[in-house]
T-cell receptor, first 116, second 112 residues
Framework: DARVTQTPRHKVTEMGQEVTMRCQPILGHNTVFWYRQTMMQGLELLAYFRNRAPLDDSGMPKDRFSAEMPDATLATLKIQPSEPRDSAVYFC??????????????FGSGTRLTVV | GENVEQHPSTLSVQEGDSAVIKCTYSDSASNYFPWYKQELGKRPQLIIDIRSNVGEKKDQRIAVTLNKTAKHFSLHITETQPEDSAVYFCAVLSYNTDKLIFGTGTRLQVFP
Protein backbone atom coordinates (compact mmCIF):
# COMPACT_ATOMS: atom_id res chain seq x y z
CA ASP A 1 0.00 0.00 0.00
CA ALA A 2 1.16 3.54 -0.74
CA ARG A 3 2.02 5.47 2.40
CA VAL A 4 2.51 9.00 3.59
CA THR A 5 5.83 9.09 5.40
CA GLN A 6 6.44 11.47 8.28
CA THR A 7 9.70 12.05 10.10
CA PRO A 8 10.64 12.07 12.86
CA ARG A 9 8.06 9.86 14.60
CA HIS A 10 8.93 11.36 17.96
CA LYS A 11 10.69 14.56 18.93
CA VAL A 12 11.54 15.89 22.36
CA THR A 13 13.02 19.34 22.43
CA GLU A 14 13.64 22.19 24.79
CA MET A 15 11.58 25.35 24.75
CA GLY A 16 13.03 27.88 22.35
CA GLN A 17 14.55 25.36 19.96
CA GLU A 18 13.65 25.06 16.29
CA VAL A 19 11.66 22.01 15.25
CA THR A 20 11.31 20.76 11.69
CA MET A 21 8.82 18.06 10.76
CA ARG A 22 8.85 16.42 7.35
CA CYS A 23 6.26 14.72 5.22
CA GLN A 24 6.63 12.72 2.02
CA PRO A 25 3.23 12.57 0.31
CA ILE A 26 2.10 9.64 -1.78
CA LEU A 27 3.51 9.82 -5.30
CA GLY A 28 0.98 11.42 -7.61
CA HIS A 29 -1.00 13.18 -4.89
CA ASN A 30 -1.34 16.90 -5.48
CA THR A 31 -2.79 18.08 -2.15
CA VAL A 32 -1.10 18.09 1.26
CA PHE A 33 -2.64 19.04 4.60
CA TRP A 34 -0.98 19.64 7.98
CA TYR A 35 -3.08 18.97 11.11
CA ARG A 36 -2.39 19.18 14.83
CA GLN A 37 -4.00 16.90 17.37
CA THR A 38 -3.76 17.17 21.16
CA MET A 39 -4.73 14.38 23.59
CA MET A 40 -7.02 12.59 21.15
CA GLN A 41 -8.84 15.81 20.47
CA GLY A 42 -10.02 16.99 17.11
CA LEU A 43 -7.84 17.56 14.11
CA GLU A 44 -6.96 21.23 13.80
CA LEU A 45 -6.07 22.31 10.27
CA LEU A 46 -2.84 24.30 10.17
CA ALA A 47 -2.04 24.65 6.46
CA TYR A 48 -2.56 23.01 3.10
CA PHE A 49 -1.03 22.95 -0.35
CA ARG A 50 -2.23 22.19 -3.86
CA ASN A 51 0.41 21.42 -6.48
CA ARG A 52 2.99 22.74 -3.98
CA ALA A 53 1.31 26.16 -3.73
CA PRO A 54 0.05 27.20 -0.29
CA LEU A 55 -3.73 27.61 -0.36
CA ASP A 56 -4.38 28.54 3.23
CA ASP A 57 -2.28 28.75 6.37
CA SER A 58 -4.70 30.78 8.46
CA GLY A 59 -4.78 28.03 11.09
CA MET A 60 -1.12 28.49 11.93
CA PRO A 61 0.35 30.89 14.48
CA LYS A 62 2.25 33.01 11.97
CA ASP A 63 4.85 34.33 14.33
CA ARG A 64 6.39 30.93 14.99
CA PHE A 65 5.07 28.41 12.47
CA SER A 66 5.92 28.09 8.80
CA ALA A 67 5.00 25.48 6.19
CA GLU A 68 6.60 24.89 2.81
CA MET A 69 6.73 22.42 -0.06
CA PRO A 70 10.18 22.76 -1.60
CA ASP A 71 9.33 20.00 -4.08
CA ALA A 72 6.53 17.57 -4.85
CA THR A 73 8.02 14.88 -2.62
CA LEU A 74 8.55 16.94 0.53
CA ALA A 75 6.43 19.13 2.77
CA THR A 76 7.88 20.71 5.89
CA LEU A 77 6.41 22.27 9.01
CA LYS A 78 8.73 24.37 11.16
CA ILE A 79 8.28 25.83 14.60
CA GLN A 80 10.73 28.49 15.74
CA PRO A 81 10.92 29.08 18.64
CA SER A 82 9.04 26.11 20.07
CA GLU A 83 6.92 26.43 23.23
CA PRO A 84 5.47 23.83 25.62
CA ARG A 85 1.95 24.53 24.30
CA ASP A 86 3.10 23.25 20.89
CA SER A 87 3.31 19.74 22.32
CA ALA A 88 0.95 17.63 20.21
CA VAL A 89 0.86 15.10 17.42
CA TYR A 90 1.30 16.68 14.00
CA PHE A 91 -0.23 14.81 11.10
CA CYS A 92 0.34 15.22 7.42
CA UNK A 93 -2.27 13.96 4.95
CA UNK A 94 -2.09 13.78 1.18
CA UNK A 95 -4.69 13.24 -1.49
CA UNK A 96 -5.52 13.66 -5.14
CA UNK A 97 -7.95 16.33 -6.26
CA UNK A 98 -8.67 16.59 -9.94
CA UNK A 99 -11.45 18.31 -11.86
CA UNK A 100 -13.04 19.34 -8.56
CA UNK A 101 -13.26 15.75 -7.32
CA UNK A 102 -11.43 14.29 -4.34
CA UNK A 103 -10.23 10.73 -4.15
CA UNK A 104 -9.60 10.24 -0.46
CA UNK A 105 -6.91 11.54 1.82
CA UNK A 106 -4.29 9.35 3.48
CA PHE A 107 -2.69 10.26 6.79
CA GLY A 108 0.89 9.74 7.80
CA SER A 109 1.73 8.19 11.16
CA GLY A 110 2.32 11.57 12.71
CA THR A 111 5.13 13.29 14.59
CA ARG A 112 4.67 13.32 18.35
CA LEU A 113 6.26 16.54 19.56
CA THR A 114 7.06 17.20 23.19
CA VAL A 115 8.46 20.60 24.14
CA VAL A 116 9.88 20.75 27.67
CA GLY B 1 -16.53 30.09 7.64
CA GLU B 2 -16.75 26.34 7.54
CA ASN B 3 -18.10 24.58 10.61
CA VAL B 4 -18.60 20.87 11.29
CA GLU B 5 -20.46 19.63 14.34
CA GLN B 6 -20.35 16.01 15.38
CA HIS B 7 -22.59 14.15 17.86
CA PRO B 8 -22.44 12.37 20.17
CA SER B 9 -18.99 12.92 21.64
CA THR B 10 -19.09 9.48 23.29
CA LEU B 11 -21.15 6.42 22.49
CA SER B 12 -21.28 3.11 24.30
CA VAL B 13 -23.05 0.11 22.81
CA GLN B 14 -23.33 -3.60 23.43
CA GLU B 15 -21.66 -5.91 20.96
CA GLY B 16 -24.06 -6.68 18.15
CA ASP B 17 -26.00 -3.43 18.48
CA SER B 18 -25.93 -0.62 15.93
CA ALA B 19 -24.15 2.72 16.33
CA VAL B 20 -25.02 5.98 14.62
CA ILE B 21 -22.89 9.11 14.53
CA LYS B 22 -24.17 12.33 13.00
CA CYS B 23 -22.43 15.39 11.57
CA THR B 24 -23.82 18.69 10.41
CA TYR B 25 -22.00 21.24 8.28
CA SER B 26 -22.49 24.86 7.32
CA ASP B 27 -20.89 25.27 3.90
CA SER B 28 -23.43 24.42 1.21
CA ALA B 29 -20.61 24.15 -1.34
CA SER B 30 -19.25 21.06 0.41
CA ASN B 31 -19.07 18.11 -1.94
CA TYR B 32 -17.06 15.34 -0.29
CA PHE B 33 -17.70 13.71 3.10
CA PRO B 34 -15.23 11.14 4.42
CA TRP B 35 -15.25 9.27 7.72
CA TYR B 36 -12.08 8.31 9.56
CA LYS B 37 -11.41 5.82 12.33
CA GLN B 38 -8.58 6.47 14.77
CA GLU B 39 -7.38 3.87 17.23
CA LEU B 40 -5.37 4.91 20.25
CA GLY B 41 -1.89 6.07 19.29
CA LYS B 42 -2.47 5.54 15.58
CA ARG B 43 -3.21 7.66 12.54
CA PRO B 44 -6.73 8.36 11.32
CA GLN B 45 -7.72 5.90 8.61
CA LEU B 46 -10.36 6.42 5.97
CA ILE B 47 -13.19 3.92 6.36
CA ILE B 48 -15.85 5.24 4.00
CA ASP B 49 -16.66 8.37 2.04
CA ILE B 50 -19.52 9.82 0.06
CA ARG B 51 -19.86 12.50 -2.58
CA SER B 52 -22.57 15.12 -2.81
CA ASN B 53 -24.28 13.49 -5.78
CA VAL B 54 -24.99 10.31 -3.79
CA GLY B 55 -27.47 9.87 -0.93
CA GLU B 56 -26.18 6.64 0.58
CA LYS B 57 -23.20 4.35 0.40
CA LYS B 58 -22.61 1.01 2.07
CA ASP B 59 -19.57 -1.15 2.67
CA GLN B 60 -20.29 -4.36 4.59
CA ARG B 61 -21.23 -3.31 8.15
CA ILE B 62 -20.74 0.41 7.67
CA ALA B 63 -22.88 2.87 5.74
CA VAL B 64 -23.03 6.62 5.30
CA THR B 65 -26.12 8.65 4.47
CA LEU B 66 -26.15 12.23 3.24
CA ASN B 67 -28.94 14.80 3.37
CA LYS B 68 -27.73 17.79 1.37
CA THR B 69 -30.85 19.83 1.99
CA ALA B 70 -30.49 19.58 5.74
CA LYS B 71 -26.69 19.63 5.51
CA HIS B 72 -26.07 16.57 7.62
CA PHE B 73 -24.60 13.13 7.11
CA SER B 74 -24.39 10.09 9.32
CA LEU B 75 -22.24 7.02 9.87
CA HIS B 76 -24.05 3.77 10.62
CA ILE B 77 -22.26 0.74 12.00
CA THR B 78 -24.29 -2.45 12.29
CA GLU B 79 -23.51 -5.61 14.26
CA THR B 80 -20.83 -3.77 16.22
CA GLN B 81 -17.77 -5.67 17.44
CA PRO B 82 -15.23 -4.82 20.16
CA GLU B 83 -12.66 -4.02 17.46
CA ASP B 84 -14.93 -1.20 16.28
CA SER B 85 -13.99 0.65 19.48
CA ALA B 86 -12.11 3.80 18.44
CA VAL B 87 -12.59 7.51 17.85
CA TYR B 88 -14.50 8.30 14.66
CA PHE B 89 -14.14 11.60 12.83
CA CYS B 90 -16.32 12.99 10.11
CA ALA B 91 -14.88 15.51 7.66
CA VAL B 92 -16.14 17.90 5.05
CA LEU B 93 -14.37 19.16 1.94
CA SER B 94 -15.52 22.47 0.55
CA TYR B 95 -15.63 22.77 -3.24
CA ASN B 96 -14.93 26.50 -2.95
CA THR B 97 -12.02 26.51 -0.52
CA ASP B 98 -10.69 22.93 -0.85
CA LYS B 99 -10.35 22.84 2.94
CA LEU B 100 -10.85 19.45 4.61
CA ILE B 101 -12.42 20.28 7.99
CA PHE B 102 -12.94 17.65 10.68
CA GLY B 103 -15.61 17.21 13.30
CA THR B 104 -14.65 16.95 16.95
CA GLY B 105 -14.78 13.17 17.04
CA THR B 106 -16.92 10.46 18.65
CA ARG B 107 -15.41 7.94 21.03
CA LEU B 108 -17.19 4.65 20.41
CA GLN B 109 -16.92 1.84 22.96
CA VAL B 110 -18.31 -1.56 22.13
CA PHE B 111 -18.72 -3.81 25.16
CA PRO B 112 -18.59 -7.60 24.76
Amino acid sequence: DARVTQTPRHKVTEMGQEVTMRCQPILGHNTVFWYRQTMMQGLELLAYFRNRAPLDDSGMPKDRFSAEMPDATLATLKIQPSEPRDSAVYFCASGLVTRGLSYGYTFGSGTRLTVV
Amino acid sequence: GENVEQHPSTLSVQEGDSAVIKCTYSDSASNYFPWYKQELGKRPQLIIDIRSNVGEKKDQRIAVTLNKTAKHFSLHITETQPEDSAVYFCAVLSYNTDKLIFGTGTRLQVFP
